[in-house]
């Protein structure tokens, strides 16, 4: 995997951003509740891809724990839980076992047109991001501030500005529907009773 990635792009050698997506990382898994401790069977890894172009800004994350980021959306997420919003959501994904999810629908059926799977990605990307914001505030992060980590991604969400995101942006939920999704009143109180049992266990008012 190492190597197709380094075909497409080059491996980050900016130490102060693997110290930067480290330490939330750590602070974040390290904060989670007991119930969540089957996570660290996995084997994560994370890597940093350079890239500036606008189809740079991106993070995907791969069966077995490895998750990928490009430094242009660490650098446009520079806040601890900006990042830790999105380091949530693609961790998510495998807690829902979205991959194993779009594999069988591909593998049971050969018919599957582009918007039955874009249907699909849309249900999961959704999904990835109830679960990330439950993850979050679980970890002791304010879900408060994910809404605005999506809200920022709105800037290329015109594929007549970003022609180059067209295909992407054709089968994604926008990231304004994003927004308002984690913003529902009945998800964010869920995710409130997380953060404030989280703060309760580190002492915090």
Known sequence: ????????????????????????WLCMTRKLPPSLSHLD?????????TGDD???YFAIV?????????????EL????????????HEVAHIMARHGVEMCTKNCVSSTLNQRSFSLTIYKCE????????LLMAAAGYDPRQAPKFYEKMTMFDEPVKFPLLARFLDSHPS???????????EIMQE????????????GVE
């Open 126 to 133: 959704f999904e990835a991001d109830y679960i990330g914001l």
């Open 175 to 185: 990231s304004k529907e994003r927004a308002k999704a984690v913003a529902r009143p």
């Open 54 to 56: 606008v189809t740079d």
């Open 1 to 24: 995997m190492h190597t197709e990635i380094n075909k497409m792009r080059s491996i980050s050698e900016d130490i102060s951003q693997y110290g930067f997506v480290r330490r939330v």
């Open 41 to 49: 069977e996995l084997n994560w890894e994370i890597l940093i891809v």
């Open 62 to 74: 791969c069966s077995g724990g490895k998750i990928i980021a490009s430094t242009a959306l660490i």
């Open 77 to 88: 997420h520079s806040s601890d839980v900006e990042l830790a919003t999105m380091l949530a």
């Open 191 to 202: 995710a409130l009773i997380l953060y404030k049992d989280a703060r309760g266990r580190r």
